[in-house]
């Protein structure tokens, strides 16, 4: 009896072990062997790694623009919440500061959010759905785009889904609500979205019983807004703060109108194969809306096609990133089988017996295809190899420190104890920090690494550094 229950055991793990398996297997690809070069070390996630770092190093959570000093406006460098920075931080503690941890980390939340996709989809779908659903998302080149770079997108996905299961498989509107804020300051501009998609479900949902739900959800997620509020608005009870983020957030794009973007991006709707694969994922899943006889599931579907609608006017909005709807075709993955079990239903043609299931092969067969040969995921070691050439010459002397320009990924490589930096972040002309060649010339850096953006910085560079033989743009003080 006791060998039967082991067996029993054994099998119910052999799914998440094998789904866990296919999550390693696409995530230590690299068209360069190396695991740290795809995707290259960006912007994006230098920022809130910046950031790690800096909290480990300072006790600030924000990012070092001077040795020893961190940026005091939180909310131009928050991108990523801290749900991300400071767990990443404690990974910096406790394994070393570098990319290849960073990495590890991100490849540590890609199986997180596997597992809990798979028990998540098989509360409401059961096991066969739900495995198909998970393969989906885990052969999507975007999932590993996005999910292997330090940023909050995958961390918010695991958020979210648990969210999801308490709020329309327990009915637990507080701990859901507390769930959905984690997610949304995982990455805000992506989950922000999640609140108006929340509230209209919610509201369709429980409009004719009681309000009491969605006091309860407000309940839930106020104390995680709040806390990120504190930690994002360095005077919270001034209005000039308040009017200061809100600026920010309104020209992220730089953009004189909230539509500039529409006339490029409509006719990036008929030409980019993802968002095609996109539509045609709503196309079925607006079929098969009208044929669910489960009200969980039929709230989840809802939910699922409200955000994508919210995420799909923001990426309008946006100058064409794509990771704006990362979320929504994540989602719409994993309830594909669902959504083409109903669909093959309602059409009422007959078809061969597991058309459903063929269906899906060939979708892994083709993301499959798409991840190793034709995904746009770039790659590069360039800022790798840049900042450990930068580091190695800090430690031939301990007093020595580096300027950085406009180069947030190998900043974020060098302790924030020895470097100055400046960086572009949001719309353009909107940077954190100062450049380091306009600094006093009794505190100007032993090295430099970056652009120059006026002429006052150029005749400083002339006159104070020369350029180093070894690394094209790195130049050295001169006696």
Partial sequence: MQSMLFLTQKFKLLIPLFLIFIVLFFGLYSPLGSFIGTPKFWHDEAVPFDIARTFLETGVLDAGIAPGVAFAQHYMTHATGFTVTVPLAGFFYLFGIGVLQSRIYMLLWLCLAVFSAWLVMRSFFGKSFAFQGVLLMATFAPFYANGKTSTGEIPGFFFLLVSLWMLYQRNAYVSGGALAGLALVSKPSVYILLLPALFLEIITEERKKSLFPLIYFGLGILPILLFWIWLILPQPFIVSSWTQMIYFYQHAFNDVSLWSHLSKDF?????????????????????????????????????????????????????????????????????TPFFLGEALKRMRIKLPRYSGVYIILLLLVLQSLNFFFFADIQSSLRSIHAAQYINERLQKNPESTVGIAFDAPVAAQISSLRKYQIASVGGEGVVFGEHPLSLPKDRLPTFFFGKVTSEEERRTLNDFYKEDSMLRGFFERRP
């Avoid at 709230?299 to 909005?317: E, M």
């Fill in 267 to 335: 006719l990036t709707l008929f030409t980019h194969s993802t968002i095609i694969y996109t539509a045609f994922l709503f196309f079925i899943a607006f079929i098969a809306y009208q044929n669910i006889q489960s009200l969980q599931v039929k709230r989840l579907v809802r939910f699922s096609l409200l955000y994508f609608i919210f995420a799909f006017i923001y990426f309008l909005r946006s100058p064409g990133w794509l990771r704006y709807l990362v979320v929504a075709q994540m989602l719409f993955l994993l309830l």
